[in-house]
């Protein structure tokens, strides 16, 4: 079956380490890629998108991730985290396989930044 | 603007009972969108709206399950008669286009607990 996976469940970081975040898909093709991301108490909301162009993609709140295709995957970056980036972050990917309209969610990573 | 809204935030029933879910999209969104969480799990696509009409029902687990958006406004899902396995975060998303690039708005989703 077609399917996202995200490595770590449970991520702890300290205040300005550095983040990445794991994403792999099984699918072949045309895919659009994004990651979500869901604050405490808040709703699930966009943090950046791939569909095409340029592989290295940047978001909001300082976020990148790259997309490579011969790996599959689609890892979320940053520099230097920050408390307020404890939350819950989900990729998802959609393809001509799933129907573009079609999102299929990893299971969450789990976030912590200690001050 | 406002944002997608869901109603009620929270739904604890005991088995064999009746929910109904309602979510109001950002107002001139086409298309609306059903997922669900089972704890712990990933996030699963349930169906897909265009306007009024059911796009995409493959998610559906099964047929006590029945979405409707009447009037291509707002939706409901109604779960009856509710099982164990029910439970879950059920969220409710809009979006403008059918491109499959576009980003999805979040509701903050209805916590059910089914006993």
């Known amino acids: 079956a077609q399917s996202v996976s995200q490595h770590n469940h449970h991520v702890i970081l300290s205040e300005a380490a550095s983040l990445e975040l794991g994403c792999n898909y099984s699918?072949?093709?045309?895919?659009?890629l994004f990651w979500y991301v869901q604050y405490p108490g808040q709703h699930l909301q966009l943090l950046l998108k791939?569909?095409?162009?340029?592989?290295l993609v940047k978001g909001i709140k300082g976020f990148e991730a790259e997309f490579i295709k011969s790996k599959f995957s689609f890892n979320l970056r940053k520099p230097s985290v920050q408390w307020s980036d404890t939350a819950e972050y989900f990729c998802a990917v959609n393809s001509m396989n799933t129907g573009f309209q079609k999102l299929v969610f990893g299971t969450g990573t789990r976030l912590l930044v200690s001050p | 603007e406002a944002g997608v809204t869901q109603f009620p935030s929270h739904s604890v029933i005991e088995k064999g009972q009746t929910v109904t879910l309602r979510c109001d999209p950002i107002s001139g969104h086409d298309n609306l969108y059903w997922y669900r969480r089972v704890m712990g799990k990933e996030i699963k696509f349930l169906l897909h709206f265009v306007k009024e009409s059911k796009q995409d029902e493959s998610g559906m687990p099964n047929n006590r399950f029945l979405a409707e958006r009447t009037g291509g406004t707002y939706s409901t899902l109604k779960v009856q008669p509710a099982e164990l396995e029910d439970s879950g975060v059920y969220f409710c998303?809009?979006?403008?286009?059918?491109?499959?690039?576009?980003?999805?708005?979040f509701g903050s989703g209805t916590q059910l607990s089914v006993l």
């Open positions: 699918y072949g093709g045309t895919v659009n």
């Open positions: 791939y569909f095409s162009g340029d592989p």
């Open positions: 998303a809009s979006s403008q286009g059918t491109a499959g690039n576009e980003k999805l708005f």
